[in-house]
C-alpha cells in the first residue's frame, strides 16, 4: 500500500521477521517515587535531538516527549493546563475496549496518520523509536528497535522477541475518558481518541504496566524530570477532546508545572 508519512521516509528498511505484538495496557496504582532522571536535557530536544517539547508537538506527530524546565516553559505548561476542565470521575459501568473501536486500526478518520496504509500501533513506533527495522517485504509492521522511554529515561533495545517490553500508552487511559465522559461520545470520535498520535508513547513496558487507568493524581512517570511534560500532554489531548479530568488530577497537573 502507499504510505504518506513524512518521517517514515528516513528510515532504512532492513530484514525482519514476524510482526511484532506491543501490548496496550493503561494506568497505575500510586505515584512512584524513584528520582529516575528524564531522558533528555532542558528545552525543546533530548541530546539527539529526537524527542521534541510537547509545546511544539500539539498533534503528536513529532517524536517523544522531552523535558520541560525553563520558567518560560513551564509558565506556558500551566497555561495549557489552566484550560482543562474538571468533574467528578464516573463509573466504569459498560466500558469495552471495543467501544473505541479495534485495537490500533487504520481508518480512525480525523487524526493524523489515519489511512497510511499502516496501522496505528507502527506508526507510533515508528514515530519514536531510533535505528528502526521492519519485517521483510514490509516498510510498515517493526520489529526492532532503539527507543529512549521518557517514562522511566532508560534506552531499550527492543527486537520482537521481547514484545512487551515496549507497550504503547493512551496518555489518557480510555477507561478513565470513559468515566470522564466518553461513554456518551459518538464511536467515531472514541475512536479517534483511541488512535489519535497526540495521545499514544511507545514506553516502558512495566511503566505502562504500573499506570493502569489512572490519572495524574495517582501516577505519574518515574522519570520526575519529564512530569511536567506529561502533564502537558494530558492537558492537549484533554483540550482537543474537549474531556474533563477529576479536580485531583488537574491540581497533579498544575503542580509538576509549578515554577
Not at 500539539?58 to 525553563?70: I, S, V
Not at 467528578?88 to 466500558?95: L, N, Q, S, V, W
Amino acid at each position: 500500500m502507499t504510505r504518506h508519512m513524512g518521517w517514515g521516509s528516513r528510515v532504512r528498511r532492513t530484514g525482519g521477521a514476524a510482526a511484532v505484538a506491543v501490548v496496550l495496557l493503561a494506568g497505575c496504582e500510586s505515584i512512584p517515587e524513584a528520582d529516575v532522571p528524564a531522558a533528555g536535557g532542558s528545552g525543546g530536544a533530548a541530546p539527539d535531538g529526537h524527542a521534541v517539547s510537547p509545546l511544539d508537538n500539539p498533534d503528536g506527530t513529532r517524536p517523544g516527549l522531552a523535558p520541560l524546565n525553563d520558567a518560560k516553559e513551564r509558565a506556558a505548561a500551566a497555561a495549557v493546563i489552566d484550560k482543562v476542565a474538571t468533574k467528578g470521575r464516573g463509573p466504569k459501568t459498560g466500558y469495552d475496549r471495543d467501544e473505541y473501536g479495534y485495537a490500533w486500526m487504520d481508518t480512525a478518520d480525523g487524526v493524523p496518520l489515519a489511512r497510511n496504509g499502516c496501522d496505528t500501533r507502527n506508526d507510533v513506533l515508528q514515530r519514536d523509536g531510533q535505528k528502526v527495522t521492519f519485517r521483510s517485504g514490509s516498510d510498515c509492521v517493526v520489529v526492532s528497535l532503539t527507543l529512549v522511554d521518557p517514562y522511566t529515561g532508560k534506552t531499550i533495545e527492543w527486537r520482537k522477541q521481547k514484545a512487551a517490553e515496549v507497550q504503547v500508552d493512551h496518555v489518557i487511559p480510555l477507561s478513565y475518558s470513559w468515566q470522564l465522559g466518553a461513554s456518551r461520545w459518538s464511536e467515531s470520535k472514541r475512536e479517534q481518541l483511541a488512535n489519535d498520535p497526540l495521545n499514544l508513547l511507545p514506553v516502558d513496558g512495566g511503566a505502562n504496566s504500573a499506570k493502569r487507568d489512572s490519572g495524574p493524581a495517582s501516577w505519574l512517570p518515574p522519570a520526575k524530570g519529564i512530569r511536567c511534560a506529561y502533564a502537558v500532554r494530558f492537558a492537549q489531548v484533554a483540550v482537543k477532546y474537549e474531556l474533563p479530568v477529576t479536580t485531583a488530577d488537574k491540581a497533579a497537573m498544575r503542580e509538576q508545572c509549578r515554577a
